[in-house]
Every structure is written in C-alpha cells, then in structure tokens.
C-alpha cells in the first residue's frame, strides 16, 4: 500500500508500478499494459495534435489499440491502425470496431501497406510498443519518422528498460532514441511531456516546425 513505502525509494515504487501494469492493468476488461500516467498524456497530445490516423506498433491484447479508437469517439475524427507479428490475442470486440484496422507481420516490413491504408496529407501520430531491443526499436524509428509531420509526435514506449526498471532488453528503446536523435536532426526530445513518473524518458519525439 502507498502509505507503506512512502519512505522507501522510488526505484522500489517503480517496480510495483509494473508489476500492476503487466499483470492487472485492464480497459473494457481487456488486458492493457501500459502506465496510465503516460497514457494522459497521449490524450492531451491527440486532442491537440488531433491527428487523422494512429499507428500504434504492437497491440498486444488491443487494450490500449481500444483506448486510442474511443478517444477518436469523442473526438468524432481519427482512425487506428495497430501492427503487431500476431495478432492472436486480440478481441473480435476490438477487431469489429470501425475506426481500428489490424495489420499482422513485421512493423517495418509492413511499412509499404500501412502507407497505402493512409492519405498522403494525413496528420499521423505514432506509437511504438514492440519488441524493445536496440536494432527493432531503431529500425522502427528510421522507417516510419518520415509519416511524422512537423509538429507532430512519435512515441516510443518502455525506454525505462535500464533506465529505471532492470528489467528488458540492454541495450533498448533508451539507447535506440540517443542514436536516433544523433542522425535525425529533425527530431527532439520533448521532456516537457513527460509525467512525473513516465516509461517513456526521452520517448515524445517531436518533429522539428520548419
């Protein structure tokens, strides 16, 4: 209970954190690994950006893919597509909704057809939540930033691999977001949208205005 670790460090907080997160965070019943602190924080940034299409890279069971595509209800304006290797787990629930359309294989091998699935003056946000090593999270970056238009966001999750959390692939999304920003001048960092505790650290991309 909060109350019993008040004087403990956050490290050990952090841990807890998770341990919800993978094992009984649901939205609509359906398992959603994510931080809520963070997933506010998407909100803000779609009801600002209000973009026209999602792309949310590995959906996992769809709790979050479900979240973004209600936000988009209330929006009346937006669409998700949601790439994941397999898309097995997912509910017919999430499957049937009108605004979602699931896409099976690899994110960057899929990358031609998910661009045929958006127009080409679409207002995009991205979120990546794959697998998490180095090599796929900085492949992902590289082949899908340029769908980014300036202003806009590109997310990448769980770069607290290592970073606060001794847990996931090292090195991860962490050191794939450094040399990302090393060679993509277009991009930043915007710390400014990270919550006081977030999974992401340096994780809202933002594209550069012109």
């Known amino acids: 209970m909060m109350e019993e670790i008040l004087n403990r460090p956050l490290k050990d907080a952090l841990v807890i954190l998770q341990e919800r997160s993978l094992t009984q965070s649901t939205y609509f019943g359906i398992p959603a690994v994510k931080n809520p602190l963070d997933f506010w924080i998407y909100r803000e940034i779609i009801f600002e950006q209000k973009p026209d299409v999602i792309i949310e890279i590995g959906t996992h069971c769809g709790?979050?893919?479900?979240?973004?595509?209600?936000?988009?209800?209330?929006?009346?304006?937006?669409?998700?597509?949601?790439?994941?290797?397999?898309?097995?787990?997912?509910?017919?629930?999430?499957?049937?909704?009108?605004?979602?359309?699931?896409?099976?294989?690899?994110?960057?091998?899929?990358?031609?057809?998910?661009?045929?699935?958006?127009?080409?003056?679409?207002n995009i946000l991205i979120i990546e939540d794959s697998a998490h090593t180095f090599r796929n999270t900085l492949n992902v970056l590289e082949v899908y930033s340029p769908l980014i238009k300036p202003g806009g966001y590109f997310i990448v999750e769980d770069s607290i691999c290592h970073h606060g959390l001794n847990e996931g692939p090292y090195p991860g999304p962490y050191e794939a977001i450094e040399m990302f920003l090393k060679s993509n001048h277009d991009f930043e960092s915007d710390r400014s949208r990270e919550p006081a505790i977030t999974w992401n650290p340096k994780g809202y991309l933002r594209r550069k205005c012109e």
């Open 63 to 122: 709790g979050t893919t479900l979240a973004l595509a209600h936000i988009c209800d209330l929006m009346n304006r937006g669409s998700i597509i949601g790439v994941d290797i397999s898309q097995a787990l997912v509910s017919y629930q999430i499957k049937s909704h009108p605004r979602i359309t699931l896409i099976e294989g690899d994110a960057c091998q899929a990358f031609e057809y998910v661009c045929n699935k958006i127009n080409q003056t679409a």
